[in-house]
């Protein structure tokens, strides 16, 4: 006798023949959804589409619009140039993604010899594979067999990573002929990635491929910015001390070799902070203007960067934009009731402008400060003047909104945008996500200074993501320049902090399989201890122990 299971999704519930894949059930739903399906949840669990229903079931499908699917239909068009590359330029092609961006994905071709037409070519070859419509076939091997077939195949790097897992099995897909391990789910065929196009930057390429906030169209221009500058510089810097992946970078580790990468990646960061010094002092600036998204570091960057300013004979005074919130009962409320701290509205930006005007003319000012358990503002008892050549450091998300300082000379202004951008990645087809970087701070940071759990803060970041959108991005293309704070050794180190407050959220909870998926990102890094990082490094705001208060 046939076994049927209950599913319900989007308020529907029907009924489905054991052995049925979720590809099947999602044609009986895909009416509730404007784009096409590309994965599914099952009972806080993600799942392929070709997966089998076995229980009872609560699910909900995902598309390009979702994050989550989104994350899908990025690591799938990865997956299909690939092998578009391969038929292009031969089997000795190598794809090395560089680096991950909100426009698109910047990768070389390594092993072979490109010329003008190779982006056009590799185009077509990427159309070809998503009209034959192959199926990202999931297999699940042994970790051993998996080491021994990417030996085998000369890919290394894939194959040292797995080293340094202690999964038994793991999960390879394959199209066409080719197989790779990605971390995270495919779509279920090729047919699904529609929205794509690969173009020409620099000495390698980029692959357009639609955001979670833009969904169905691509940027109409991609051209080099300041935070290529640093990607660049980043990469460079990595490559010159030996460490091009998570692997080399687990090897140091398991020597104890760790200090030394410490060390250096602290040089990095400071040298950066350095040279900006020297830029600002160039060009005669007096307001410097620093924002970036969530947990950027932007306070210790700004303090940073105000002591090597003093090194140089230039007194400076900080002020986070913080202090200009206007007080709760003030304030605009969102739908849901709670308060707006993330847009423009909830800051005082009259009394912000008139202070800084008056700062920068020599005339005294009380500055504001926010009592943030009351939620409300107050002045400081003491007055701040500053010489003519005394420089004022902003920091905070709207620093770098055009309407926040209309009425100040352009000369004085410099603006700095700062997000912690991974030099590594932990192979030469998987990129490390900015967000993750940034996620794990905040996890981290939240709980130490506010008592707030990993659900929480995980529960929240939807919309900081979306106070991002609308508050920073649109402002980090027109800087002066821009401050990789990413730390080449952190994840191991935020790896020790972050994974037991992830294994505190619990099945059944809404961020579960977001939980789930950071901590097997987290497997791939050795942990390293926090002994030796300086009390005055930019992961100190995070972590905690930092002499910058």
Not at 328 to 356: C, M
Not at 429 to 452: A, C, E, Q, W, Y
Not at 464 to 489: H, M, R, T, W
Request: hydrophobic share 35%; proline share 3%.
């Amino acid at each position: 006798m046939d076994k049927y299971y209950k599913v319900i999704c989007n308020g529907k519930e029907l009924e489905f023949k054991e052995g049925t894949t979720f590809k099947e059930i999602s044609t009986f739903f895909e009416k509730d959804y404007p784009d096409k399906i590309l994965g599914v949840k099952v009972n806080e669990d993600f799942l392929d589409l070709s997966n089998i229903i076995t229980k009872d079931s609560e699910i909900c499908f995902f598309t390009k619009r979702d994050e989550y699917g989104n994350k899908v239909y990025s690591k799938s068009a990865r997956f299909i140039l690939i092998l578009a590359v391969k038929r292009v330029f031969g089997a000795r092609a190598k794809v090395v993604i560089v680096h991950s961006q909100d426009k698109g994905i910047y990768f070389k071709v390594e092993g072979v010899r490109d010329d003008r037409d190779s982006s056009k070519r590799i185009n077509t070859e990427f159309q070809k594979i998503v009209d034959e419509d192959y199926l990202f076939t999931h297999l699940t091997v042994s970790r051993l067999e998996a080491i021994n077939f990417f030996n085998k195949k000369k890919m290394y790097d894939k194959a040292n990573i797995l080293k340094y897992i202690s999964n038994t099995y793991i999960n390879l897909y394959r199209i066409d002929n080719i197989y790779d391990y990605f971390y995270g789910k495919l779509a279920y065929s090729t047919s699904q990635i529609t929205l794509f196009d690969v173009c020409k930057l620099d000495d390698g390429y980029i692959l357009k491929l639609p955001t979670v906030y833009h969904p169905y169209k691509l940027s109409d221009e991609i051209k080099h910015n300041k935070l290529q500058d640093i990607f660049h510089d980043a990469v460079n810097f990595s490559n010159n001390i030996g460490i091009k992946n998570v692997s080399e970078l687990n090897n140091r580790v398991s020597l104890g070799k760790v200090q030394d990468i410490i060390l250096m990646s602290e040089a990095y960061y400071d040298r950066q902070l350095m040279n900006l010094a020297d830029t600002i002092i160039s060009k005669k600036c007096r307001l410097i203007l620093l924002a970036g998204p969530s947990s950027s570091g932007k306070t210790t960057s700004a303090k940073k960067l105000s002591i090597f300013l003093k090194t140089r004979g230039y007194n400076t005074i900080s002020i986070s934009l913080d202090d200009y919130f206007t007080d709760l009962d003030k304030r605009h409320r969102l739908p849901d009731g709670s308060y707006d701290f993330e847009s423009i509205k909830a800051v005082n930006t009259r009394l912000f402008e008139k202070q800084i005007k008056a700062l920068l003319d020599g005339e005294e000012v009380n500055l504001p400060y926010y009592d943030f358990e009351k939620g409300v503002s107050g002045y400081r008892k003491e007055a701040t003047k500053i010489n003519k050549n005394d420089i004022i450091v902003v920091e905070g998300i709207h620093a770098l909104n055009d309407s926040l300082v209309t009425n100040i000379d352009s000369k004085y202004k410099f603006r700095i945008y700062i997000s912690p951008l991974s030099c590594i990645n932990i192979d030469s087809h998987n990129p490390i996500h900015v967000s993750d970087i940034r996620k794990l701070r905040r996890i981290v940071r939240d709980f130490k200074t506010r008592g707030m759990g990993a659900l929480e803060t995980l529960n929240m970041w939807p919309d900081i993501q979306k106070g991002e959108l609308e508050n920073i991005y649109p402002y980090q293309s027109n800087v002066d320049a821009a401050i990789n704070s990413s730390l080449l050794y952190e994840i191991g180190v935020l790896k020790t902090y972050a994974e037991p407050l992830l294994y505190s959220i619990s099945e059944g909870d809404s961020e579960y399989s977001e939980a789930l998926r950071l901590i097997n990102f987290l497997n791939n890094f050795l942990p390293i201890p926090s002994d030796d990082i300086p009390n005055n490094s930019v992961l100190r705001e995070f972590i905690g122990g930092s002499c910058f208060k």
